[in-house]
């Protein structure tokens, strides 16, 4: 019952970091981004000064989830469950994300100022296609959902 709670957990986390859409990495600095969207120097210096200033920002929140999670997965191991602390940390991981998603939001904001229209539409387009590989490469065939492997054990096929 513990793990299929903290296995429920965890998807709702991906799915929720999915939902946020936001671009991995410094992708103002890879060279098909720059070329796609026609970035000029001082469009992408802008974009560094943005995630520059968020990153600090970004860190603390990520780290402060990060924490929260550790202890909730703990409290669910304990042997008797304390279902107050149980609501107290999930409240708290609950604000915990809402702040980092709203940090990820301002910088995403922010960063959206930096490019015209034009840009932000390519951007979009881009984004919405990794969503959807995202997603065709979730399933296997026919809407099946992947099976995790744990390290160490083969992976069993299905006749």
Do not use: C, Y
């Amino acid at each position: 019952m513990k793990r299929l709670v903290i296995a429920a957990a965890l998807l709702a986390a991906t799915f929720v970091a999915e939902a946020q859409q936001l671009p991995p990495g410094k992708w103002w600095r890879r060279d098909e981004v720059v070329r796609q969207l026609e970035l000029t120097r001082d469009q992408q210096n802008k974009l560094d000064e943005v995630f520059r200033a968020a990153a600090d920002d970004l860190i603390d929140a990520k780290a402060s989830v990060d924490k929260l999670q550790i202890a909730l997965r703990g409290e669910l191991d304990r042997p008797q469950l304390r279902r107050q602390e149980l609501q107290r940390l999930a409240g708290q991981l609950t604000q915990a994300r809402g702040k980092l998603f709203e940090r990820e939001l301002m910088m995403l904001a922010d960063m959206r100022g930096i490019l015209d229209q034009e840009q932000w539409t390519q951007l979009r387009t881009h984004l919405d296609r990794m969503q959807e590989r995202m997603r065709g490469d979730r399933g296997q065939g026919q809407g099946q959902p992947r099976q995790p492997q744990r390290q160490g054990q083969p992976q069993r096929r299905r006749p």
